[in-house]
């Protein structure tokens, strides 16, 4: 499902590589755990799984495509039908409703909105209702929200569609121990369900028994041995 080799990367004008990674390959359908401290580059590796950010060498392949070989259209195009991503910061756009925040990848893909089951519109809301956000909460601006309601929304927006990778970073930081345990189920359980590869990052190690590989950046990175 993701493949990577002999991937380097640095920040422009940096003068180093803050990621050096040989090989790494993740089979469709794991679960998998990725932690280190903080600073490490967790966030700047799921950039580049995701086809956000590019690699300086090497390759970064999802479903057997380079995404550097892609101009940025068409990297949008394929992240928008294959990847769901929970980013640290949400992402969410302020001014549209929690429920329009929810379809934004079904709008942008005609594949995911295939995947859902009945309609786009009744997905996103069962979505949102096993994040157990209320109804009532459904037609506000996301920039309503309290911060761990936000989260869910990113969460269910990622996930509508079952798309083939969901990448999610620092997913249950704003989250108590109740919401918590309800998310990873659903979050584990959606991605068991549609076959997706799950690539999560977190400093909660409590949560690492929940996955099937757990992979420590630090001991990847050879820009940092």
Known sequence: M???SDLRYGWPGAGHDVLHIEALHL???RTV???GPSGCGKSTL???MAGVLLARQGQVELLGQDWAALRGGRRDARRADHVGVIYQQFNLLPYLTVLDNVLLPCRFSKLRASRCAGSPAAAARSLLQRVALPPALWTRRADAL???QQQRVAAARALIGAPEVVIADEPTSALDGPLRDDFMALLLGACAAAGSTLV???HDERLAARFDERL???ALNEARA
């Open 2 to 4: 993701l493949r990577l």
């Open 27 to 29: 089979a469709a359908g």
């Open 33 to 35: 755990f990725l932690h």
């Open 46 to 48: 799921l950039g580049l």
């Open 146 to 148: 309290s911060v761990g």
């Open 200 to 202: 999560f990052v977190s």
């Open 216 to 218: 420590s950046l630090p």
